[in-house]
Every structure is written in C-alpha cells, then in structure tokens.
C-alpha cells in the first residue's frame, strides 16, 4: 500500500515536471498543471466498484452511441469478464449519424479506437480530456483525414464527444486506474446507435449502412461473449477476433485467417437472427428516419430538457453535471428539410477475403437483399462521386447562435490561432477564458497551438508512467 501510494505521489510530481518543461520551450508560455488527472475516485464509485465485484485497476472498455447520446464505461469483474459500470449522457456531439470523412466535416468518428496512456490529456482546454486516436488504421487506409477529435468536458464539440466536467473527471479516473492496473490499452467503440433489429431496419436507407454492418459484428461479438474483439484491419476493412500466421496490412489484400470456431457459430448466428427480426420489421412498415439533420448533432434528452427548461446566460446543474451558460441546444429540425444528406458519401461494401472459416467471410445478404442490396448499390454509386465534391451546406439550416457561428468559423482550415481568438473574444467579452472555443481541440486545431504535447499529452511523462508497463506510442 504504502508503495502505491508512493508511486502515484512520483508519478504526480513527475507528470507536473515534464509538462513545465515543455511548456519552457513554447512561444505561448508556461501551460498550467491543473491536477485534475489526479482526482481520485469518489467514495460512491469506490463502494459501488466493490458490490459489483471490480477491481478498481481491472480494465475498462468504452462503448458510444450517437443517436441515444450515451457513453458506457465497462469494467472486467471477478469473472474476468466486462460487465456494465455507469451510462454516461452524452452532453453534446457534432454532426450526422455516420463516420468522419475529412478534416472540417464537424463529424465525431465511429469506429474502434485503442487509447493508449499517450492519448490521455490532462491539461486539456476542456477541463480533460481523451484524444481516440483518429484516424486509425482503417481510416487512413480509406484516406480519412482529421485531427484531435476528443471525448472531453465542457460540453462543447465541434467533431467531438463532450461531456460535462464532472462526467470527464470520473471516465478520466476510472481509465487513469486501469492504466496503473496494467491495461496497456483500453477499446473506444463508436457507434451510431445501438445496433438492434430495430435501428437497423429504421436506418436501412442510409448509404453508411455497409460501413455500419461490418461494425455490427465487432458489436455482436461483444454482446455475446462481454470480452473485448479482436480488431485488425486488412483490404480496408474491419476484421475481427482473426488468427493468421500472415501480416495484416490496412490498404493490401487480407491474409487467410481463421475464426476460432465457437466464436463464429455464436456471431453468424445472431447476426442472422437479427437479419431476420430487421425483415419482419421492414415487412412491418416501420419507418425509415431522415439521413441526416444537416449536423445538428445531439444531446442527451436528460440535459436538453435542462437547457430548455431554464432561461439562458447562466450555469445549469443536473445530477449528471454541470452545462455551462453558453452551451447551446441542437435546433429543431427545420420544416421541409429534405431527407437527402449533406453528408451524401457511401461506405464500400465488405470486400471478401482468403478466410478459413465461414464467419470471417462477408454477412449474410440473402436474407435481407431486398432491404439493403440493389438500392444501397445505387446509392454507393452515387455517393463515390459526391464524396469528391466539397460538402455542401443545407439551405434552409436555421440560424445559430452567435458563439456558434463563431465556433463554425474556426474549423475552416485556412484561419490563424489569431482570427480564432479575436472571434471567440468578441463571441464571449464575458468569459475569462475566452480564448477557449468549440473547436479547440477538433480537427481544426493546429498541432502547434497547444501547450503539451501537441493536444495529446501522456497522463504522466514519458520515461515513468509509460516506461513501468513498457507502453510505446
């Protein structure tokens, strides 16, 4: 105990050295070590850790769900498996339901993300925050492009998952506690909504809807085993749970790869079952849901009732946190707002690969052919050559609020650090911190502006936190 202790007390004093002496080297000054990473776990956490059987060092898997506006923290118990700690509401996010596609699209990422201790940011303008890595290896392979798109507090985002201070600081902890444990790293999945039966057949027409099924089986895995999926990415694919004695490379062909079996009776079989529920659904008449909403994003109805519910221009505080005076709310979807999507890009369909066991071939489409086949083909078609064509921008979006216009001004790429800060200072002359905007730390921040790091500072130094595990970046 006394060792613990005294390593977590070195490791604090080490991680406010190094972030001093980079800062010594930056033009901007020295950047502030707040010790918010620090924060230790709440009683109530501890205790509630405890009757659930976890460790307070055993991993952690995240999982994020758009459209519901909730983030899940999920901890291995005394089974060694994961089980559910807390469901977090999603503040805000930016946005459409589907991936990001390019620097500037205001889309948060779905996806899988392994966070590493390098990733973790405690001195972030957004009280803390967890960088997800993007683009990974699969959307590099797919020419994805962005930077900095964050799970963070204030709830404010432009590409990211905000979430209230509070909320932060306890997903930060419970992740800084599963690195002392030994995780080297813990799986972010991203997703644009729980994917049942139900939001599979209200989503069919959705041109990301190849993209989302071959999400679907890495989701399907975890469901049924509550163990986190194996993810490589090969022919610009997700592949999960593979064995192959060949190297997986994103952009070349797939190797051939086995599935342990077990593993790919019990996914093939729900995965057909639920291709099965989605037809009846379908032969149902359940109706389709528009693609998109012009990037409004979302927020969780617990705090958009909060923000509604109460006049502006002061703090609101809900049992899930704290929403700052300036947040605001999506606007209603305006009337007669086409269902065609501003985002009109199209996800390739799975490619097949050289695979010993049925599973790890494409899904199953015979079943379902007539719900995602010959018109999502034709949509593909069209999206292939609309995603090289600059994003256009809906009409008839209602207008924003000024902090926002402001917020929007500053993903252009072409903008300096400065013209940012003069917008946000005329945006905010009451705020303090009025160099803070919403895209700070989004895709639109350059490298150079940040203080540690680059925007993506370790939790601890280099050298001490990272070397104990033999972690590398």
């Known amino acids: 105990m006394y060792f613990q202790h005294g390593l977590r007390a070195s490791l604090t004093f080490a991680a406010i050295a190094a972030a001093v002496a980079l800062a010594a080297c930056n033009s901007e000054g020295p950047v502030a070590v707040n010790g918010r990473h620090m924060q230790p776990l709440s009683d109530r ?223 093939r079989k729900k995965e057909r079952s639920d291709d099965a529920q989605t037809a009846q659904l379908v032969a149902r008449g359940v109706a389709t849901v528009a693609a998109s909403r012009g990037g409004e994003g979302g927020m969780n109805a617990t705090f958009l009732a909060a923000v509604r519910s109460h006049a502006p221009g002061a703090d609101i505080r809900t049992a899930s946190g704290t929403i700052p005076a300036r947040v605001h709310p999506p606007s209603e979807q305006p009337s007669g707002y086409a269902t065609a999507s501003v985002f009109s890009f199209a996800s390739p369909a799975p490619k097949p690969a050289q695979v010993q066991v049925a599973s790890a071939a494409p899904s199953s489409g015979g079943l379902l052919s007539s719900v995602f086949g010959a018109k999502r083909d034709s949509q593909n078609a069209e999206a292939r050559g609309a995603a090289a064509q600059p994003k256009p921008q809906p009409a008839t979006t209602a207008a924003k609020p000024a902090q926002v216009a402001a917020a929007d001004k500053t993903a252009s790429k072409g903008e300096t650090k400065a013209a940012e800060s003069k917008k946000v200072a005329a945006a905010k002359p009451q705020d303090s911190s009025a160099q803070k905007t919403a895209s700070a730390e989004s895709e639109a921040r350059p490298a150079s502006t940040t203080g540690v790091l680059s925007g993506a500072a370790p939790t601890v130094p280099a050298g001490s936190f990272d070397n104990r595990f033999g972690f590398s970046r």
């Open 45 to 267: 956490m501890v205790a509630d850790l405890e009757s659930r059987n976890m460790a307070k060092e055993s991993p952690i898997l995240v999982r994020i769900f758009k459209e519901e506006s909730e983030l899940e923290v999920w901890k291995v118990d005394k089974t060694g498996r994961f089980a559910l700690l807390r469901t977090y509401p999603i503040c805000r996010w930016s946005g459409d339901l589907g991936p990001k596609f390019q620097q500037g699209d205001r889309q948060a990422p779905e996806g899988f993300y392994p966070i590493t201790p390098g990733l973790m940011n405690p001195n972030s303008n957004y009280y803390l925050a967890i960088n997800t890595g993007f683009p990974n290896a699969y959307d590099q392979a797919n020419g994805r492009t962005g930077q900095f798109l964050m799970i963070h507090g204030d709830c404010a985002s432009v590409g990211c998952y905000a979430m209230t201070d509070e909320q932060i600081a306890e997903i930060y902890a419970l992740a800084r506690e599963a690195f002392f444990g030994g995780q080297k790293a813990f799986q972010v999945q991203a997703y644009p909504f729980r994917m049942t039966p139900l939001n599979m057949a209200r989503h069919r027409n959705s041109p990301h809807m190849a993209f989302w099924r071959t999400l679907k089986q890495g989701y399907d895995y975890f469901e049924l085993t509550r163990l986190e999926p194996k993810v490589d990415v090969c022919d610009k694919q997700y592949v999960f749970n593979a064995q192959s004695s060949g190297k997986f490379s994103p952009a070349d062909r797939c190797p051939a790869y086995s599935v342990p079996q077990e593993i790919a009776s019990a996914v």
